[in-house]
């Protein structure tokens, strides 16, 4: 089945470039230039956001100053104060200084919070990577499976019934699904959490905490996964049907193997390429989706993080996620991809 | 053979059984809350305070974020020379007393002999010395030291502290807004505003802090034993992240005490559930403010203005049922420094509002439209998100009036930036008239975006002068009376609404918001004298 590979990719494989020796250090060599362009992108994240943010009007200093109550301090004691922070110098020093302490791995430290960038983000990354590694599943494998169920008698009841559901859900911005997810389930029939990562008081021991934690993850997830269902329900959808005309399934259909080994062992298998690539770029959407959902949950995750950062005029704080959501991003981007690529060549 | 099989089909069959098990778990909700609280040994004496915000920083004076709620937390752990009783007048807090000189130029005082540091060593006059030097080298943002001359520790708990000029809203101001700080511990310190850890927190106030969680936004306080001031009251008090929908449905079972701050709006629903709830207006006024280096340097334009917008149609419009009309001349009702005199109230009146204007040359055109120097008149109406609904409003009474209104909602850093140039006309913003009046010059003159921006008008300079040295509270309220006169009369800033406040108790306690507010002048019921026996 090499000859499927092209059609399951939704980004076309590069050509091959004639005389580069082998095949293998060939594809070695398209998976590093990957790298290479992926370094690039990530540089320049950092180059733009570090300059962006301190265009904003305003900073750290005078928005923090900002408060009804604060007395008026004296212009020698706002220099103090900016000096002190390391707010003072232009743009260009302030610029210059973060990058210099970025090449020597130090993320910054936040004013307002009071805290180490680093160790910010370290508090709040598990909670985003929970959102969205538990979201994954649920649009994977849901979306998948009544893609194919739709997919193979395509009109058919479940056709009929879930691809207007479908299309509706995907017509939600994840905003929009998050509110109404928090409406139905939090406050008309009031059965999970509406906001917080735990319990008000988590209990002690783990199973405990570990339940308390997915009941607030449960509706923060399927917000995100709402969204995404859609994407892979029509992939999977549109791929079974043009499946169904191959003809390793007409000739398995025709050998009467079970219906179950069809789905999951013909059609599933063939799906995983083209579902790994299109998560590659599900990802970005995620994660900004990510942002719109923990705030309407109040979740103690990144986008939180980078929201409260914006306001507060928050550099470093705003810079570093910035830089490690780009990291990682990119980073996931690039091995998915190279996996799928592999996938899609070995068929 | 069948890879994607055995791979996915397990995965699946536990996700879904991980869900199935949480949905069960949703059946009895609460039941690890309530297991946690039976096993405390002294459960009554457990207070859970709510937050909508949550987290507020780490509750030491340098660190917590700057604002009111995170400076009334951090006053639970850190005490001040002077605290507040009940009707919020000056009560001993660290200082026992306070003597001013003749002169009125220093302050003697004595310190409790028996306070003490959270890691148990006892406060001393040269705790106090030290803090005063180290905020006048790190400036702190709730209090300036700026105007004291010098300390003198005369021994181990008592203190002179000289002034450079004579003020009578020290010991209201100054004394009761700053945190004393532990010298052991500070001394090392060379940058306050990066010191957060666990012992930034020692005070020597009533709570000491024991688990702070930011990702929750969730504080842990603990009593703390022979504390100078009474008793605590509560064994713990927990402080934590809860919306108001999440809070009340909470409250009623018992797992939460107070809702610090309800919006008024969902008052009925906390009446009804047999809360007590205690509600005042939060003198936050929100207020129309002029350039008044622009359109409005005259003050019969601004009058013309005040008399053009319909307060009252505002209120019930923007603000039905959760605010008050609110007092034109600075001070609110319930403030102690509120004139008996009534001062114009600019009950709208468009027909007078238009003579003022045609008096100082402004003109109409035939449609209705306002003129100046032959171009038509374009008002910069700037808000930031959380006044837009007034803005509308406001906006559409000065279109039917005749401007061309331009409303621009804008984020706080930007709008405070086109503020500071100057490229504006009206704005739209709350501010505090709360706390010791000696802020009144930096509310009315200063030039923040939430400052009237007044420029100086010798009258008024000269009374708000004069009320900072006066040398008794009968003098200061009689100057303070004639500033309010004045006020109305020059318009620094149109005082709309007064919008409310409300605090949700259970049985545990109640308490009334503080008149004229907690400390620094925070519009509160919690202040930490009510967690005291």
Known sequence: ?347 | MSLVHRFVHPRFLAHAAAVGLALGAAQYSGLGADTLMAAEPDRQRQLVITDSKGDRGMLAPYVHRKNGIAYLYTSYIFDTLVSQDADGNPAPGLARTWTRSEDGLSYDLELQPDAKWHDGTPVTADDVAFTLRYMAEHPYVFGSVKSLAGVEVAGAHDLRIHIKRAQYGLVEGLFSAIPILPRHIYEGVEDPFRFATSDAAIGSGPYRLAAYDKAQGRYRLEATENHPLGRPRFAQIWIVKMGPDAALQAMSTGEVDVISYLPPDRLPEALGAGFAVETSPSDHVLRLGFNHRGQFQTKEVRQAIAYAVDRSALLETAFPGVAELAETGYFQPGSKWKSEDATESYTYDPARARDLLLATGWTQDSAGRWQAQGGEIRLRLLTDGREVKPAKVIAEQLEAFGFAVDLRVMEMASLRSLVADGDYDLTLFSSSTLGDPGNISRRVFGRGWNSDRFPADPKMTGLIKAQAVAQNQAERQEILAQFQQLYAENLPSYMLVNPLMATVFNDKLSAPFMSGGVAIGIPSALHKSIFLE
């Open chain 1, 1 to 347: 089945m090499d000859n499927a590979s092209p059609s399951l990719l939704d980004h076309s494989v590069p050509t091959e470039i004639t005389g580069a020796g082998s095949r293998a250090v060939e594809r070695f060599a398209r998976f590093l230039s990957g790298f290479v362009l992926r370094l690039l992108i990530f540089c320049f994240v950092i180059v733009l956001c570090a300059v962006l943010s301190r265009m904003m009007p305003g900073d750290t200093l005078e928005v923090m100053l900002s408060t009804d109550f604060a007395r008026g301090l004296g212009a020698g004691e706002v220099l103090q104060l900016q000096e002190a922070m390391g707010l003072g110098g232009g743009i260009a020093s302030q610029v210059w200084d973060y990058w210099g302490k970025l090449l020597s791995g130090d993320l910054g430290y936040s004013i307002p919070h009071a805290a180490p960038v680093l160790q910010l983000l370290l508090t709040a990354l598990p909670w985003t990577g929970l959102l969205i590694l538990g979201a994954m599943p649920v649009f994977l494998i849901g979306g998948a499976l009544a893609g194919i169920e739709a997919g193979q008698l395509p009109g058919g009841t479940v056709d009929r019934w879930v691809t207007p559901v479908v299309t509706i859900l995907a017509s939600l911005p994840p905003f929009t699904g998050a509110v109404l997810l928090l409406l139905l389930f939090g406050i008309l029939w009031p059965v999970l959490p509406t906001g917080g990562a735990e319990p008000l008081f988590p209990s002690t021991e783990h199973l405990g905490r570990a339940m308390g934690v997915l009941r607030h993850a449960i509706l923060p997830m399927l917000a995100l996964a709402l969204h995404e269902l859609a994407r892979f329900y029509f992939l999977a959808r549109a791929e079974t049907l043009n499946l169904a005309q191959r003809d390793f399934i007409v000739n398995a259909r025709a050998r009467g193997i079970s219906p179950w080994r069809l789905r999951w062992a013909y059609i599933g298998r063939s799906l995983v390429p083209a579902c790994l690539s299109r998560l590659s770029d599900t990802l970005t959407g995620l994660v900004s989706a990510v942002f719109f959902v923990e705030i309407v949950f109040s979740y103690p995750g990144t986008g939180y993080l980078i929201y409260s950062a914006i306001l507060d005029r928050d550099y470093d704080l705003l810079q570093g996620a910035v830089v490690f959501m780009a990291g990682v991003v990119l980073l996931m981007n690039w091995l998915i991809d190279g996996l799928s690529a592999h996938l899609a060549r070995r068929g």
